[in-house]
């Protein structure tokens, strides 16, 4: 009997050492993994974008662009954080013949703790308004620029600009074009995001532009 005990109570030990195994490394692989759901993340942004852009999208409740490469839509997000400023998304979808619009604005700051939804806006827009901004994508040259852009600063903001759909996805990261935009060829991104920020309703607090 009292060998029976003494294998039962080894039995309970292990099976306890294995349920903590599995919720240590088990539980850090799906939060590595997590992020991959939002971006295709490399190790050169493994900070960016699995910890500091996806809180902001998830406090805003955005969808991943990056999982609906493949569906029949085409759609782009920009994503505004100012550092000491609330934070933005404006993100413009086709379907078909319909053009909708979806920005919101948190209340935390771009370069600290998102918040919550502070302020919501949903809107159609027209083909024309759609025309517009895909000019203005092709003169940044959107899907042709490096994806890694430099130089970087501590302060700032950051212009997150994501294009999906058709199988295609893309993501060009770019810290405050206002600086140097001249020479950094980048006053196409800056008048993109001016005119995103013009439909969706919502305004920075400091015109970044």
């Not at 600290?112 to 040259?141: D, M, N, V």
């Not at 058709?166 to 991104?189: G, H, M, N, Q, V």
Request: charged share 20%; with cysteine; aromatic share 14%.
């Amino acid at each position: 009997m009292a060998s029976d005990y003494r294998v039962q109570q080894r039995d309970f030990f292990m099976t306890i050492a294995v349920l903590l195994l599995l919720l240590v490394f088990g539980g850090s692989s799906i939060s590595r993994a997590a992020p991959q759901t939002y971006f295709p993340v490399a190790k050169q942004t493994e900070f960016r974008l699995a910890d500091w852009y996806l809180k902001h999208l998830q406090a805003m409740q955005e969808p991943s662009l990056y999982q609906r490469l493949a569906e029949p839509i085409e759609e782009y997000r920009f994503l505004y954080l100012p550092t000491f400023n609330h934070p933005i998304s404006v993100r413009v979808t086709r379907s078909g013949q319909s053009i909708s619009l979806r920005a919101v604005m948190l209340s935390g700051k771009g370069g600290y703790e998102p918040g919550h939804i502070l302020a919501e806006c949903k809107s159609t827009l027209t083909t024309k308004e759609w025309s517009r901004f895909q000019e203005l994508l092709s003169r940044a040259s959107f899907w042709q620029r490096p994806v890694l852009e430099n130089p970087e600063g501590c302060d700032g903001s950051q212009w997150v600009f994501e294009g999906a759909g058709s199988y295609r996805y893309r993501l060009l990261d770019i810290w405050t074009p206002t600086y140097d935009t001249r020479k950094r060829d980048l006053r196409a991104f800056v008048e993109c995001g001016a005119y995103l920020f013009s439909l969706s309703g919502l305004q920075p607090e400091e015109r970044p532009y």
